[in-house]
């Protein structure tokens, strides 16, 4: 039950993220989420779902069909072989390559760079408040 209810709210997220950045923000929300959903949570139906996002939001926006679905697939074989060879699953190090990678794609498909590492930047301070608050034991999830 655990897995359905996971899968339900990524598309719920996933289709909420494709609504905002086709209509309303300028940032790769869903490029940024899909990539984090893909090396932190490995499942198959993770990926067949991310992936059918991916080629949503690229056929939404009329341009380079696919490359949304391409750029998360590199960036997962670029972590999964660095977690191979090093032997390390270090989560700075995942996450240091999904944010250079947003600011790559952001770059390259003409999104706002400058909005695009704010939304990171507060990605990771929200990141850093959720662990140290978990830590201090004053957060219960």
């Given at each position: 039950?655990?897995?359905?209810?996971?899968?339900i709210f990524?598309l719920?997220?996933?289709?909420?993220a494709?609504?905002?950045?086709?209509?309303?923000?300028?940032?790769?929300?869903?490029?940024l989420?899909g990539?984090?959903?893909?090396?932190?949570?490995?499942?198959?139906?993770?990926?067949?779902?991310?992936f059918?996002?991916?080629?949503?939001?690229d056929?939404?926006?009329?341009?380079h069909?696919?490359?949304t679905?391409?750029f998360?697939?590199a960036?997962?074989?670029i972590?999964?072989?660095?977690?191979k060879y090093?032997?390390?699953?270090?989560?700075?190090?995942?996450?240091?390559?999904?944010?250079v990678?947003g600011?790559?794609?952001?770059?390259?498909l003409?999104?706002?760079?400058g909005?695009?590492?704010m939304?990171?930047?507060?990605?990771?301070?929200?990141?850093?408040?959720f662990?140290?608050l978990q830590?201090?034991?004053?957060?219960?999830?």
């Amino acid at each position: 039950m655990n897995r359905i209810i996971v899968v339900i709210f990524i598309l719920i997220f996933g289709l909420f993220a494709v609504l905002l950045e086709t209509t309303l923000i300028g940032i790769p929300l869903v490029y940024l989420v899909g990539s984090f959903c893909l090396i932190f949570i490995r499942r198959i139906r993770v990926y067949i779902l991310v992936f059918i996002l991916a080629f949503f939001i690229d056929s939404l926006r009329v341009s380079h069909f696919g490359f949304t679905s391409f750029f998360m697939l590199a960036i997962c074989m670029i972590t999964f072989i660095y977690e191979k060879y090093s032997g390390s699953d270090d989560v700075i190090i995942s996450s240091f390559l999904i944010a250079v990678s947003g600011i790559i794609y952001a770059h390259v498909l003409s999104y706002s760079v400058g909005n695009t590492v704010m939304f990171i930047g507060v990605l990771a301070f929200l990141w850093y408040l959720f662990s140290s608050l978990q830590r201090k034991g004053r957060l219960f999830i």
